[in-house]
Structures are given as structure tokens and as C-alpha cells.
């Protein structure tokens, strides 16, 4: 009876132990496969507006509904709330459209002025998202302004969010 009960007892703990093994094995193989996962690049704030838009317009194209809604008002704040720069009204269209399954792919150009030296600049956003939760956007920007002339090389993104309609700029840093 005795021996009984020290045979299962060595069974079990060679069975745990056989467990324990295989695990361990399994987590030194995770191990090995895994990998230092990198560090997302850190994204600054440069600035924000309230947009006022225009005549809501669309209509079914390839692709889906295909958007004309003019972007009428925009005047872009610092953190600060100081204005740096204002929409140049009367060019600027969302172009974008809304899938059958409702996936919204912006396509905006606008043309801002900057306040601090009245020079322009070209920003383009392409996006996606869904109205009216959110639209994340790479954004293009080139501008001939010295002050914001380092924006040319920094790569930024917009989220532009809809009740009311908001869009927001962020950059990360230049490596170069
Ligand atoms: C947008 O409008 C809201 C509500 O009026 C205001 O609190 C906010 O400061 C405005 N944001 C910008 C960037 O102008
Ligand atoms: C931007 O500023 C102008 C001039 O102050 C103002 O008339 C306009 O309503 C503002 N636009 C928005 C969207 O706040
Ligand atoms: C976009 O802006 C909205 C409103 O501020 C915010 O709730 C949302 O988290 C932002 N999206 C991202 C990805 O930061």
C-alpha cells in the first residue's frame, strides 16, 4: 500500500515534471521568437481648428458616394489658442467618398495662410475613417515659410473628428 502511494506520488511528480519540462520549453521558444518591439514614433501637437462647412453634396461613383462638401471656415490655433495660420476660403473641398460598408477615405488640399508672415501653405490629407466617429490622415504639407519651414520635412498626421468639426495636427520629429 505504502509502495503503492510512492509509486503515484513519483508518477504525478514525474509527470509534473515532464509538464514543468515541455512549458518551459515552450516559453524558451517564445522567447527566442519574440522580438524587442519597437517604440512607436512620439507625435507633437501643432495645432487645431473648428471648420465650418459648406453644402453637404455627393453622388454614387465607382467606389461609393463620392463627397463635395466645401470647407468654408478654419482658423488654426497654437496650444496657446493663438491663431497661426487661416483657411484661404473658396478652394478648399473634401473629395473624399464612403464605402458600401461605410469606411470614409478623405482627400482634402487646403491652402492656409500663416498670421506671422502672411505666407502660404499647401496641405493635403488623405484619410480614414468613419463618420462621425473619426478620420486619421497622413498629411502633405509644403509651405515657403521660414518659420514654419521645418514642417516641410516632418512627417505629420490630422484627426479630424465631426460634432462639430474639428481637425487636429500632430508631427513627429525629423531625423533629418
Ligand atoms: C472649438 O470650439 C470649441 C467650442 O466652442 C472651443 O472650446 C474650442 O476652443 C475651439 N477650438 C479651436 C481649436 O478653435
Ligand atoms: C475664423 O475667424 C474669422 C475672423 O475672425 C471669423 O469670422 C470666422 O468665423 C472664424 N472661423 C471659424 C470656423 O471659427
Ligand atoms: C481623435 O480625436 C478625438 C476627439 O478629440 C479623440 O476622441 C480620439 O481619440 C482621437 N483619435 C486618436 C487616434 O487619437
Redesign the pocket.
Known sequence: MLFNLISVVILVATFDGLVYASKTLESLEAKANSIAVPAPPPLEFLFAANVTLGQFDSFEGPLGTRLNVPIVSANFSDANGDIVARLIPGNTVEHGYVTASGILFTDIVWSLRWEVDGKLAYLRALGIGKLPV?N?NYVQLETDSEVYGDLNRRFIVA?I?FAPP?I?FFAAPSAF
Open positions: 473619426q486619421l484627426n473628428t474639428h487636429s
